[in-house]
């Protein structure tokens, strides 16, 4: 028979709130490995955490002599049930007070929230800024112009996850016990450890994955288990917002992933698109006069690109002019 019948028990238990309440406990191994054993105690395990989570942050703004009050009348209401429910110890009084006081909670709200997610914190940028994040693990994250990226102070202890709104480039330190996934709106990607691009602008209608070291596994948010599709080195994976559809292609230069080290490329990119990745690398507003022209692709590397350089070259070959005025470019397609 098991030690630990009731949750309680699991409560009263030193190693087992030393493994909820940290990431790097001694006793990881040995509870993780319980909990699997004993499938039957899900209950009590999610009702010991709770209390243990909760008892961790003394509430603020009661003083021991009212906290005391609390446990008191707790103590009378539940002993007509169960009259050893707890042991008289400081560590459960105080759970016991932050038990009874979640059940107050037009009076007692700020316990609500108690802690189950790690805070996340968030990094952006503007147009024509970038910046370099590394996380706790190690992660190294270069996000591009415009873009945010969320993730928590401190990663957990089976997984790690993020959020991205744009670009950034990802060189992820390896843990086979802590996949990291990439939230980018509509997929999600995960790898162990490897070096990898994702695209994700709210205005674009595609999203990329570009893959250069490792492997990933690129899982579509709103498809099931058959939406996983793994990328090998060297390939670009497109989603179509628009629409829904996916292609898997070679990644044709080194320079496609290259813009962190101040190089523009373009692979048979749509003018549109274009147009509006200038916009945010030079924080400027482009204003097309003749749009019907805005499907014509261009292919051509721009390396420590000036708007003005960027704008030549592409005019020159698309045959346009445009004029720079107020930070604002009018481009003007011949007829």
């Known amino acids: 028979m ?4 009731e949750f ?15 990431d790097d406990s001694e006793h990881q191994i040995f509870w993780e490995n319980w909990v699997n054993e004993n499938p039957d105690k899900k209950i009590e395990v ?12 003394k ?26 429910l707890f042991i008289q110890r400081p560590f459960i009084q105080w759970a016991a007070a932050a038990v009874m006081l979640l059940g107050v909670a037009s009076i007692f709200y700020f316990l609500i929230p108690f802690q189950n997610e790690p805070a996340f914190l968030t990094e952006s940028t503007q147009n024509g800024e970038q910046k370099v994040i590394t996380l706790e693990d190690g992660t190294k994250v270069t ?21 991205l709104d ?23 990607v995960q790898v162990l450890g490897t070096t990898f691009n994702v695209s994700n602008y709210n205005e674009d209608e595609q999203v990329d994955v570009e893959l250069l070291t490792g492997a990933v596994m690129v899982k579509l948010s709103d498809t099931d288990t058959n939406g996983i599709i793994p990328l090998r080195i060297q390939e670009k994976f497109s989603f179509q917002k628009t629409p829904g559809n996916w292609s898997i292609d070679k990644i044709a230069s080194e320079k496609q992933v290259d813009w962190q080290n101040g190089t523009l490329y373009f692979s ?23 749009k019907t022209l805005l499907p014509m692709r261009f292919t051509g590397t721009f390396e420590d690109p000036t708007l003005d350089s960027v704008l030549e070259g592409i005019g020159f070959i698309l045959d346009f002019n445009y004029s720079i005025n107020d930070d604002k470019v009018i481009i003007e397609f011949s007829e």
């Not at 309680?8 to 909820?20: C, G, H, K, P, T």
């Not at 209390?51 to 942050?57: D, Q």
């Not at 698109?273 to 482009?286: A, G, K, L, N, V």
Request: proline share 4%.
């Open 2 to 5: 098991s030690q630990f019948e």
């Open 8 to 22: 309680e028990d699991l409560v009263n238990d030193d190693s087992f709130r030393d493994w909820i309440l940290s």
């Open 46 to 57: 999610e009702q010991a955490r709770k209390i243990i989570l909760i008892s961790a942050h």
């Open 59 to 84: 509430p603020q703004g009661l003083s021991n002599e009212e906290i005391n009050t609390e446990v008191d009348k707790l103590f009378q209401r539940i002993e007509k049930s169960r009259p050893k």
């Open 143 to 163: 996000l591009n112009v415009s873009s945010q990226l969320s993730y928590p102070k401190k990663f957990g202890k089976n997984k790690r996850d993020v959020k």
């Open 166 to 188: 744009g670009e950034a480039f990802f060189e992820v330190v390896k843990d086979e016990k802590r996949p990291f996934t990439v939230n980018a709106g509509v997929l999600d």
């Open 268 to 290: 048979s990119t749509p003018l549109d698109r274009i147009f509006r990745e200038m916009e945010r690398w030079f924080d400027t507003e482009i204003d097309i006069r003749n």
